[in-house]
């Protein structure tokens, strides 16, 4: 099975909106997560990452929360804008002493003005 | 800001050709990668790369696959006999390495086997 999937693979709000973007990992062993955001026709584009000795960290409108209880990881995005419409990927780091990421299968955010 | 790029951004190939896609990484990074992501899929890690050789692969990268660094700044990948199922988008990316190395992709190749 899957080590990292998302919860919602579409998510559509307006403008000015907070966001939630949630997304589930089964490897309890990973200790280093990341979101990324892709927008059509890029690469991945690194948000946000946070350790597992955290369970919150903020960025500039964005908030990563980590719960290991329940192996969750979200991502949050205050006051949405259009330009934040994009497919966001949850990913997960193994301990293998090298970065290798596991990516979950991305939740498409549409921001409408 | 420095930035990975990557050349062609689209590659047409037949099957059973070789392909090599190139990257340029950011300058001080130690760390190289491969990544391909299957039209409306998720990205899956194919090679990790450091110090001139491969430090870890997936299932993904069979014998079909090689990597390369021929010269302090290009990084590339080298698929020897390409199959349909090999299209997909193929990113480089580079990071400084350890645990919590943050990896900074790509723009990508589209590569589209015929």
């Known amino acids: 099975g899957e080590s990292v999937g998302l919860h919602l693979p579409t998510l559509s709000v307006q403008e000015g909106d907070n966001s939630i973007i949630n997304c589930a990992y089964s490897?309890?062993?990973?200790?280093?997560f990341i979101w990324y955001k892709q927008e059509s026709g890029k690469g991945p584009q690194f948000i946000i990452d946070?350790?597992?000795?955290?369970d919150k960290r903020q960025g500039q409108r964005v908030t990563v929360l980590l719960n290991k209880t329940v192996k969750h990881l979200s991502l949050q995005i205050a006051a949405t804008q259009p330009g934040d419409s994009a497919v966001y990927f949850c990913?997960?780091?193994?301990?293998?002493?090298?970065?290798?990421?596991?990516f979950g299968k991305g939740t498409m955010l549409l921001v409408s003005p | 800001e420095p930035e990975v790029t990557q050349t062609p951004s689209h590659q047409v190939t037949q099957m059973g050709q070789e392909v090599i896609l190139r990257c340029v990484p950011i300058?001080?990074?130690?760390?190289f990668y491969w990544y391909r992501q299957i039209l409306g899929q998720k990205v899956e890690f194919l090679v990790s790369?450091?110090?001139?050789?491969?430090?870890?692969k997936s299932e993904i990268f069979d014998d079909q696959f090689s990597v390369e660094r021929p010269d302090g700044s290009n990084f590339t990948l080298k698929i020897r006999s390409t199959k349909l199922e090999d299209s997909a988008m193929y990113f480089c990316?580079?990071?400084?390495?350890?645990?919590?190395?943050?990896?900074?992709f790509g723009p990508g190749t589209r590569l589209t086997v015929l």
């Open positions: 990316a580079s990071g400084r390495g350890g645990s919590t190395d943050t990896q900074y």
């Open positions: 490897n309890s062993a990973s200790d280093y």
């Open positions: 946070i350790r597992s000795n955290m």
């Open positions: 990913a997960e780091n193994t301990l293998s002493g090298y970065s290798t990421l596991t």
């Open positions: 300058s001080n990074h130690l760390y």
């Open positions: 790369f450091y110090n001139n050789e491969i430090s870890e």
